[in-house]
């Protein structure tokens, strides 16, 4: 995970400010299946803390949170954003060795970051870290297609060097149920969606594009100010000079609960 996390320096303010939070409701129907006493969660791969902090909200005061991240500059933030909340403590490690004692946690969560794990190792890991009847949970947030995005995506792969089938890439982020009941010591897997909404102007549209790595990857190539003209006039195109546009949003999780001894 440690190789990912250097392509992200400079953009932790950019994901604080303009990448969503996830649901409450994803990380309280974790709840149900957890079989153990023990009210530590862990946040792997946090960034700069959105998933943290929506953790944090979700299950409340009863709980510790140590949030999990490798990148210095993503760490930055994170550390800044939690400085004065005793409950959540801020490690530098990774998702395949989290620097944790065996069977310390009950709830283990890893938000949009886990496609950058080793997952086999980070599996082995979660196993060693989690008590018994404790959770595994991998949740992602994904755009619903809409034309404009549709038209940012299709911008990407044209000019990109690194990725030119967006959705494939996309694809190979989505969790498998199957690959999470079928790990050594699990059982009960389960999936869940949730939708939900928010408004976003043609700039907050585009500043939450900035914080994309594919679209960094065109900013390399071409420069900034020609990425930010091209994605203004394709905002443009689809009427979006004035006003907000409704963006729909799925939350998905999948989970599994670890094997009580």
Request: include cysteine; proline fraction near 5%.
């Amino acid at each position: 995970m440690t190789d990912g996390a250097d392509r992200f320096d400079g953009l932790a303010e950019a994901y604080e400010m303009h990448r969503p939070g996830y649901p409450a409701v994803a990380f309280q129907a974790l709840l149900a299946d957890l079989r153990c006493p023990i009210r530590v969660a862990v946040d792997v791969g946090a960034g700069p803390g959105n998933s943290t902090a929506s953790l944090r909200d979700a299950l409340g005061a009863e709980w510790r949170y140590i949030a999990i991240e490798p990148g210095r500059d993503m760490r930055r933030v994170l550390s800044r954003r939690f400085s004065k909340a005793p409950d959540v403590h801020v490690a530098e490690a990774t998702a395949e060795d989290m620097k944790l004692p065996g069977g310390f946690a009950a709830l283990i969560v890893a938000c949009t970051a886990f496609h950058w794990f080793d997952m086999p190792r980070f599996h082995a890991e979660t196993a060693r870290v989690l008590a018994p009847g404790g959770v595994l949970a991998l949740i992602r947030n994904r755009r619903r297609p809409i034309p404009v995005i549709q038209a940012f995506d299709r911008y990407i792969e044209t000019h990109s060097t690194e990725t030119p089938d967006l959705a494939r890439r996309e694809a190979r982020k989505e969790p498998v149920v199957r690959d999470l009941a079928q790990l050594p010591g699990f059982m009960t897997a389960r999936s869940s969606t949730y939708h939900w909404s928010n408004n976003l102007t043609a700039r907050g549209l585009i500043d939450l594009y900035l914080t994309r790595s594919t679209l960094w990857g065109v900013v390399r190539r071409i420069g900034l100010s020609r990425v930010m003209a091209d994605l203004t006039a394709i905002c443009a195109e689809h009427g979006l000079e004035h006003g907000a546009i409704e963006i729909a949003w799925e939350t998905t999780a999948k989970w599994a609960r670890k094997r009580s001894e």
